[in-house]
């Protein structure tokens, strides 16, 4: 799905990201960890601009229009299956198809508000939900999240975590809670200071190693760079 190999990334003089090789194949779901400032959001962009065609991005910044309604702002995941026409109509009187999907996904979410209820009236929680709805109505195989459950009580981001892993085939996600990261993706990959420096499967994450990754103390595993 996707390859490179020496990754170097930087922001003017500031590295991010330094000599960083890494393959994922189709159907993995791969969480991201790693203290702040390791370099996870910079890599997860990167991946998603090689995989943009087919993914489904849900940032931290989430780039929601705070003047639209909420269903307008989910809409927007399926602006690219419209034409234009039917997208402007669809802007000042909206179609009764979309509207009932956008609705059901958004119950689905536990987002339980009014369609027409502005983006800048929700809290920092229906926001998040906003944001994953209108990732999940792009409907790509790929999702790619930058920490997507944080503003989320534990239940709520287990259930929606579940919810998306189920609708798409391929998943890369940075993740805050390292619980989640554990327990539902098959690969763990930990950054530190813009370098690989965890690789593993679901099965091989021990605890003990966890603790040594957050750890200060040099890691037993080389990082690769
Ligand atoms: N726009 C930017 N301009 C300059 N430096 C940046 C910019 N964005 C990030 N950085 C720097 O690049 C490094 C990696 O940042 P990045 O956001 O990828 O880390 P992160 O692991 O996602 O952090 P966090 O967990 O806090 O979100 C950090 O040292 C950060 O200060």
């Known amino acids: 799905m996707v390859n490179f190999e020496d990754l170097t990334l930087k922001y003017t003089d500031k590295l991010a990201?330094?000599?960083?090789?890494?393959?994922?194949k189709h159907g993995e779901k791969v969480a991201i960890i790693g203290p702040s400032g390791a370099g996870k959001s910079t890599l997860l962009f990167h991946l998603y601009s090689l995989l943009k065609d087919n993914a489904a991005f849900c940032s931290q910044k989430q780039g929601l229009v705070d003047g639209l309604s909420t269903y307008h702002n989910v809409y927007m995941g399926s602006l690219a299956r419209h034409n234009w026409l039917y997208?402007?109509?669809?802007?000042?009187t909206p179609f009764s198809v979309p509207l009932g999907e956008v609705n059901g996904?958004?119950?689905?979410?536990?987002?339980?508000?009014?369609?027409?209820?502005?983006?800048?009236?929700?809290?920092?929680?229906?926001?998040?939900?906003?944001?994953?709805?209108?990732?999940l109505y792009q409907r790509q195989p790929i999702f790619i999240g930058d920490e997507p459950f944080s503003a989320l009580d534990p239940l709520m981001a287990e259930h929606l975590l579940k919810l998306v892993?189920?609708?798409?085939?391929?998943?890369?996600?940075v993740l805050h809670d390292k619980s989640q990261a554990l327990s539902?993706?098959?690969?763990?990959?930990?950054?530190?200071?813009?370098?690989?420096?965890?690789?593993?499967?679901?099965?091989?994450?021990?605890?003990?190693?966890?603790?040594?990754?957050?750890?200060?103390?040099?890691f037993p595993q080389p990082c690769n760079a």
Request: negative net charge; aromatic residues 4%; contains cysteine.
């Open 184 to 218: 539902h993706f098959d690969r763990i990959i930990g950054l530190r200071e813009g370098k690989l420096c965890l690789d593993v499967t679901q099965d091989e994450l021990t605890p003990e190693l966890l603790a040594h990754f957050y750890s200060h103390e040099s």
């Open 87 to 92: 997208n402007v109509v669809n802007l000042v």
């Open 105 to 135: 996904l958004c119950h689905e979410l536990s987002l339980d508000v009014p369609m027409a209820k502005l983006l800048a009236e929700l809290s920092g929680g229906q926001r998040q939900r906003v944001a994953l709805a209108r990732a």
């Open 165 to 173: 892993l189920a609708r798409h085939s391929s998943a890369i996600m």
């Open 17 to 24: 990201i330094s000599q960083l090789s890494l393959s994922i």
